[in-house]
Each structure stands twice: as structure tokens, then as C-alpha cells.
């Protein structure tokens, strides 16, 4: 298993989101072992965040455009969690699962696929920096290039038992500033006009949103607003998430957002809804249900397929029509945290499972 020696390679680099240099460095060896496969590179220069890298091969006629989807950034800056260990069942270290631990069974199954074929065409590989900090940057690389494609693999960690993922919920966070008038608390209260009593309303509100059956949540995770226990307060500010599984909840979720917010409970406030949605949900489809059953005639095995709350950059492939499939990667558990780890077993699988897929697409 000489890729575990690779995976050690670029774990003891801390790829932590804001550290440019290392993300960078990490992608120079990405860049390195791609290219000796014949892949030609093009990278997206960034100036503040790690550069996005997209290799591509060369076309045959009548074959599927596949992109493959990984990134090299982690969540841990450095001298909080680095370093690559193991032991006979796991590997330990920042990313092993989420995901340069994905990126090394994409690219060992790339390297068996050049070891049978000599070569390797309409297969290109697309590897980000800044997934792990919402992809506010990459996602306009990603979405300006997904329509090239016909299939879409990404390398986020497997479930428990090797399910690939098939769906994930959309996510969008959003920033509601309501306005009230400040007055003096024993003075002159009648004057003013409370804005952290109208948030406290629009926070009923928005709780109201969620639909736990539907899969969709509103969390209010942050309010601030006013001065001091003796004035009124002039501002509140609540910033807010929601998740939905489908293109329908988005839709009513954020016609709700907007009349919550351009409704006074109290009056004399004004209230402004800011910010997006980050990630469009990705929802389970019938041509993603086909290629999975392909892919079993291929493997000869049983795929598994699960649902997740979390998103990735699968999101936005998927939002563009491209048929997607996530979970490619290793299973592990701990990521975000300093107990990450990998099951070694699981990489051999992976590899094994691409390898077969990538090698039939060839065809």
C-alpha cells in the first residue's frame, strides 16, 4: 500500500484553509503525480487562499466527460492538529477521511488506470482549496465548468458501511438587521422603539420554518442587539442557516425569509434581509439511481447509498444537472476534529470500486 506513504506525504503539510503556502504546497505534489499520468494542469491563481487546480486529459469521441472532485484544504490552522500516524487498522491525521485521504484513492485509481490503458481520456480532475470554508471562491470555478461533463465522481469520506452519497441539503446562511429608535430606559421609555423585542418576534417566526419530517431546519445561531440595560434598543442583528432537501423548501423557505423580514411585529422597526445561499441542495434523481445500478453490474457488488445533512462541492455540480455521485472516499469519522481517522481496509476498497468504474468508461 505505497499510497498510504503519499497520503502521509501530504497530511504532514498543513493545508488549514487560510494557509495559502501550505495549500499550495500540497497541490504542487497533487500536480507532480497527476502530470506523470499525462494530465495537462490549469491552475485558477489566487491571491489570499490556496490556488484551484484543474487537470485535464485528452478526448476520444463517444466517450462520457467524467470529473473527478476533491480539495486540498483542512479545518485545523497549524499547531492544532498535524502530523500523520497509524497504527494496523487506521491512519490518524488532518484530512486522512476529509478528504486528501479521497484525493489519494482518485488518484491511485488513476494510476491503475495508465498502468492498463497507457493513457487516459475525458476524465478530468478538479481540486479546490477553499471547500472546507464554503467554497464561497471555487464555486464559480466549479459551476463554470461543470457543464462540460456528463458524469460527476467526488471523494468526500464513504458512510459506515461503503454507502455512496446521493443526496445532500442545500444550505444558505443569512443576516436579518432590524432597526428600532434608542431612548433612554427610565426617562423617556414610550421614545423608543425596541429592535431586540421585534427579533425576539422574528425569532419565534423563523423556529416556525423548521419541518423536521421535510428535513429542513432554521437555526438562528447568533443575535446581538442594543446598548446597555438603560436604552432602548436601536439595532439587532441575527444571523441564521437554513437547511432543506429539496428545491421546494428553498422556494418557501426564502419567500418566508422575506416576509418575516418586511414584517414589523413591533411598529416603527425596518428590517433588511442579507446574504445567500451557499450550496443548492443536491437531490436524488433517476439518472443517478441508473448509473449506480451500472455501476453494480460493473463491480458485481451491492452499493449502498445514504442521504446527508452536511453539503459539499458535489452541491454544486449536482445543481447543474450533471449526474453526481459522492462518497468515493475512504470511511472514517472524527473529521473537524483532532480524532480524524481513516479505516486502511476502506482505501483498497475505494480504489478498487473507482478503478473498476473508471476503467468501463474507457471503453
Known amino acids: 500500500m505505497n499510497y498510504l506513504n503519499d497520503l502521509e506525504k501530504i497530511i504532514n503539510i498543513n493545508s488549514y484553509t487560510k494557509n495559502k503556502e501550505g495549500v499550495d504546497t500540497v497541490g504542487k505534489i497533487m500536480s507532480s503525480w497527476l502530470k506523470e499520468l499525462g494530465f495537462e494542469e490549469t491552475v485558477f491563481q489566487r491571491e489570499e487562499i490556496g490556488n484551484h487546480q484543474l487537470f485535464t486529459s485528452k478526448r476520444k469521441e463517444n466517450l462520457k466527460n467524467i470529473l473527478l472532485l476533491g480539495h486540498n484544504d483542512t479545518v485545523f490552522p497549524q499547531g492544532t492538529f498535524e502530523g500523520f500516524t497509524q497504527d494496523d487498522t487506521w491512519v490518524y491525521g488532518p484530512g486522512v477521511c476529509d478528504m486528501k485521504g479521497g484525493n489519494i484513492v482518485a488518484l491511485e485509481s488513476l494510476r491503475n488506470l495508465y498502468k492498463n490503458n497507457n493513457e487516459i481520456t475525458n476524465i478530468d480532475f478538479l481540486i479546490v482549496s477553499d471547500e472546507e470554508s464554503g467554497s464561497d471562491d471555487s464555486k464559480h470555478v466549479t459551476l463554470d465548468i461543470a457543464k462540460n461533463y456528463d458524469l460527476c465522481f467526488v471523494f468526500e469520506a464513504a458512510g459506515p458501511n461503503l454507502e455512496v452519497v446521493t443526496g445532500r441539503k442545500g444550505v444558505g446562511t443569512f443576516t436579518i438587521l432590524v432597526e428600532g429608535i434608542p431612548a433612554h430606559a427610565g426617562t423617556s421609555y414610550l421614545k423608543g422603539i425596541d429592535a431586540n423585542l421585534e427579533a425576539s418576534y422574528k425569532l419565534q417566526e423563523l423556529s416556525k420554518l423548521t419541518n423536521l419530517d421535510l428535513g429542513t431546519t432554521v437555526n ?3 443575535i446581538t442587539g442594543g446598548i446597555g440595560a438603560n436604552t432602548i434598543s436601536p439595532k439587532c442583528e441575527m444571523l441564521l442557516e437554513i437547511r432543506y432537501t ?33 450550496r443548492d441542495v443536491m437531490e436524488a434523481n433517476e439518472n443517478q439511481a441508473k448509473l449506480i445500478k451500472q455501476i453494480e453490474e ?7 447509498t445514504e442521504k446527508r445533512g452536511g453539503v459539499s462541492d458535489a452541491n454544486h455540480v449536482s445543481s447543474c444537472g450533471v449526474t453526481t455521485i459522492d462518497g468515493f472516499g475512504p470511511f472514517g469519522d472524527g473529521d473537524h476534529t483532532k480524532k480524524e481517522r481513516a479505516l486502511k481496509e476502506t482505501f483498497e476498497q475505494r480504489i478498487n470500486l473507482m478503478s473498476d468504474i473508471l ?5
Open 220 to 222: 438562528v445561531g447568533k
Open 246 to 278: 429539496t428545491n421546494k423548501e428553498r422556494d418557501r423557505l426564502l419567500s418566508s425569509l422575506d416576509k418575516i423580514t418586511n414584517t414589523s411585529y413591533i411598529k416603527g422597526t425596518t428590517s433588511t434581509l442579507s446574504g445567500l445561499i451557499q
Open 298 to 304: 460493473i463491480t458485481g457488488t451491492t452499493i449502498p
Open 359 to 363: 476503467k468501463y468508461f474507457q471503453k
